[in-house]
């Protein structure tokens, strides 16, 4: 089966610019997380989608970043104006259900440079 | 909500010794564990995982241990290989959010 699909895979900006990230999830797959790996660190949390409802944004700078997920297949994630701290891989993720015991299948991830 | 501590954060160790991989968490609703492997520039993928109600899981070379006394959990790889050089993982799941720990650097020596 087809994993989990991320566009650009590398992207480098200016400080204050603007950036999105796409996100294509597993065919079926109806929860999506969108992830912060800031370099030497575990995968953080930013928002969880089930379908196209939001169920956890609550490490989400919501001042900056925005996500959505139009009938509930792919996502989107935006930075809006970035910051030099915001450089990190945003990695997506998929799992067939919302729930502790549904494995995440995780995309390549975009890696993001703040200049 | 969850905090998760995984030491050592890094792990040198000869081809065909084991390694071990502790973590603790903090938060008692946690019930799902996985493990898992990032080598550079990947995506992270799952090796094994553990539900709160199974003490060990173990498959091939790898097993997972749990305490949920305790509040901690390790990740036991025997017969290392050079390829499972990597950054190992840990996670714990609450109410079905993952939070994962620092990561730990494994190195396997030929």
């Known amino acids: 089966e087809a994993g989990v699909a991320q566009s650009p895979r590398y992207k480098i900006i200016e400080k204050r610019q603007s950036v999105a990230f796409w996100c294509n999830p597993i065919?079926?797959?109806?929860?999506l997380y969108w992830y912060q790996q800031i370099l030497g660190q575990g995968p953080k949390l930013l928002i969880q989608?089930?379908?196209?409802?939001?169920?956890?944004d609550s490490q989400l700078p919501k001042d900056r970043f925005s996500a959505e997920r139009l009938k509930g297949v792919d996502s989107t994630l935006k930075i809006q104006p970035a910051k030099l701290e915001d450089s990190a891989v945003y990695l997506c993720?998929?799992?067939?259900?919302?729930?502790?015991?549904?494995?995440?299948?995780f995309g390549p991830g975009t890696r993001l440079t703040v200049l | 909500g969850e905090n998760v501590e995984q030491h050592p954060s890094t792990l040198s160790v000869q081809e065909g010794d084991s390694a071990v991989i502790k973590c603790t968490y903090s938060?008692?609703?946690?019930?799902?564990f996985p493990w898992y492997k990032q080598e550079l520039g990947k995506r992270p993928q799952l090796i094994i995982d553990?539900?709160?109600?199974?003490g060990e899981k173990k498959d091939q070379r790898i097993a997972v241990t749990l305490n949920k006394t305790a509040k901690h959990f390790s990740l036991h790889i025997t017969e290392t290989q050079p390829e499972d050089s990597a950054v190992y993982f840990c996670?714990?799941?609450?109410?079905?959010?993952?939070?994962f720990g620092q990561g730990t650097i494994l190195t396997v020596h030929p």
């Open positions: 993720a998929s799992s067939l259900a919302t729930g502790g015991h549904n494995e995440q299948f």
């Open positions: 938060d008692s609703a946690s019930n799902y």
């Open positions: 065919s079926g797959h109806a929860t």
């Open positions: 989608f089930q379908n196209n409802g939001v169920v956890d």
């Open positions: 553990i539900r709160s109600n199974v």
């Open positions: 996670a714990a799941a609450s109410y079905g959010k993952l939070t």
